[in-house]
Each structure stands twice: as structure tokens, then as C-alpha cells.
């Protein structure tokens, strides 16, 4: 069975997409621990990034660099924070969360509680730094 994230690629689950390209996708995630904190997945459905092959590795980490500079210019933060944990959805996927303090990156915290008019306006800031 498809996984959430694939269906989300598909179309058939709506997201805030911020890019894509024939390999790799990005999109907000739905419960932020920051605005702009935003998912970037390769399309070919794999659980595990460590088994990721070396050249589709790769190319999701280029691409999330790309991502990551946009949201920079966009959410003001210290840096972005890159992380992959994958407990809960099984499809690789880096989280880039714009940080200020290593505390900005505890998973545990409260997530924010943004409108869909905050997420799209974030979605659509970011994208024009693409
Ligand atoms: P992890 O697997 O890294 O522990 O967490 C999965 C992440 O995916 C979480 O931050 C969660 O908010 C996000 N997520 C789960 N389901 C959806 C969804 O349907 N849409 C979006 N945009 N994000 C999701």
C-alpha cells in the first residue's frame, strides 16, 4: 500500500507543496515546530534513509539544500536545522526546521497551530525564492 506521503505526492492527500522535480518533492509539514518547517522526500517510496542508494541520497540532500536556503530568506532563524527521525511515517523524509536553540529541534514540544492562510502564505513566500 502506498504510503501517506506518496499518496500526498499523487495528489490524492492535499499538501502545501513548496517544489518538486521527477525524483523528490517538498511540502510544509501539517504540525510544525516552526513556520516554514517543511518536509522534503524522494518520490521512490524507501523507509529508511541509510538504505537509501548512495546517488538517490545524494540527490534528496541537494534538494533539501535548495529548500533550505529558500526557507532562510523567508523565516528569520538562526540557521536551518536539518534532521531525520521517520518513527512515524515510513518514507524517508528530512525535516528543515528553522532554529534559533538546539530546543527549537525537540520534537516533544507543543507544534504550532498555524491557519491554512498562515501555512499557504508561508508556502507561496518560500517558493518565490526558488
Ligand atoms: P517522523 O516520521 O519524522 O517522526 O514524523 C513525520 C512527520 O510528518 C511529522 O512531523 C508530521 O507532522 C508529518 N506528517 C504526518 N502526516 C502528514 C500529512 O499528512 N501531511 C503533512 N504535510 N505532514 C504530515
Sequence with gaps: MATIFTRIVQ?????YKIAEDDSYFAFLDINP???????????????????????????LILFAKKIGLAIEKVVP?????????????????????????????EFSRPKLKLTNEELAEICERIKSEL
Design 11 to 15: 495528489g490524492e492527500i492535499p499538501c
Design 33 to 59: 515546530l516552526a513556520k516554514g518547517h517543511t518536509l522534503v522526500i524522494p518520490k521512490k517510496e524507501n523507509d529508511y534513509i541509510l538504505k537509501m542508494e548512495d546517488a538517490d541520497l545524494s540527490g
Design 77 to 105: 532563524c538562526k540557521r536551518i536545522g536539518l534532521t531525520v527521525i521517520g518513527l512515524e511515517v515510513p518514507h524517508t523524509h528530512i525535516h528543515l526546521i528553522p532554529i534559533n536553540a538546539i530546543s527549537d529541534m
